[in-house]
């Protein structure tokens, strides 16, 4: 059989490269032919992640080469989150833990879907149910990844199930939870080297709400205010994409990773769905939402109700 890529979202994070890792390595002990790819640079927390792991990064792709005939989606299925030519090839299996959305297919396909939080927590599930050995590299990789996605188990999106699977995973992969989960965490809000258009692009994902175009980035920070020294930058930076993407929003959610509280910076002429979605009144362009901390779980749902 032709060889099978494996890969996560664009703007990859630790869930997308170390799910696509981790399915690339059970997939190959049962003999077949994939290679495990990612969309975009690896941010610092998963460049963490793969050197304490000792593993090398996924190859970079701009698209799916001809050569390649089939594709597995990790992490996403949303189209406009994935490779560019997605259209152009069969897609013979998606794993996530997102909404379905824009998803269409012309074959039939495998796919599974479960809400939890992370996509690795269902991979565990899938090596168990086939009787795969986890070694403790990959155990290592799944634990980052529901770590990551879960915020250490503090982001609402967190299920008994992701917690639990991560505590069995921590044995396995022979690594204090806590410990190396702070460290993991805190490696990935290093932006010192990162340029404003960078910082934007990093953790970003287009939504359709309604009729609208919603670009929602996410950056992980253990001191808001100090991402917001930037503001100025930051808000020239979101609408020169704005314009060149055609959106209608914009919203850049600013997470305290500690304290678990998100400030967001809406730009866009739909900002004042932010405004009715959470209740909130945007003061230069900002505003503080409480117990804030997930995307999918506590921005998408709400801000979608309002188109
Ligand atoms: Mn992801
Ligand atoms: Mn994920």
Redesign the pocket.
């Known amino acids: 059989m032709t060889k099978q890529l494996i890969f996560g979202h664009k703007n990859p994070?630790t869930?997308?490269i170390c799910s696509a890792l981790a399915y690339q390595s059970f997939k190959k002990q049962l003999g077949e032919n994939v290679e495990a790819v990612r969309l975009g640079s690896l941010n610092k927390e998963t460049e963490y992640v793969l050197r304490e792991a000792n593993v090398d990064a996924p190859r970079l792709i701009e698209k799916v080469e001809d050569s390649i005939k089939a594709v597995i989606l990790v992490?996403h299925n949303e189209f406009q989150q994935s490779v560019d030519n997605i259209r152009d090839v069969k897609i013979t299996e998606v794993i996530d833990?997102h909404r379905i959305a824009n998803f269409e297919t012309n074959d039939p396909l495998f796919v599974r879907v479960e809400p939890v939080g992370?996509?690795a927590t269902i991979l565990t599930k899938i090596f168990r149910e086939n009787n795969i050995t986890i070694s403790e590299q990959d155990a290592r990789l799944l634990l980052s990844?529901i770590i990551s996605?879960t915020l250490l188990f503090k982001s609402p999106t967190c299920t008994p199930e992701d917690e639990k699977i991560a505590r069995e995973l921590a044995d396995i992969a022979k690594v204090d939870i806590e410990e190396y989960g702070l460290a993991m965490l805190k490696a990935g809000t290093d932006l010192s080297d990162k340029l404003v258009s960078e910082l934007l692009a990093m953790d970003a994902k287009e939504f359709t709400m309604g009729d609208a175009k919603v670009e929602i980035a996410q950056i992980n920070a253990v001191d808001i205010a100090e991402i917001y020294t930037q503001q100025e930058e930051l808000e020239a930076e979101i609408n020169k994409v704005i314009e060149e993407r055609n959106l209608d929003l914009f919203l850049l959610v600013v997470t305290d990773i500690i304290n678990s509280n998100s400030e967001v910076l809406a730009l866009g002429n739909r900002s004042k769905h932010v405004e009715t979605a959470f209740e909130v009144e945007l003061l230069a362009n900002r505003a503080l939402l409480e117990g804030v901390v997930s995307r999918k779980k506590q921005i998408v749902t709400k801000l979608g109700d309002t188109f």
């Open positions: 994070d869930d997308s992490d833990h992370c996509t990844a996605d």
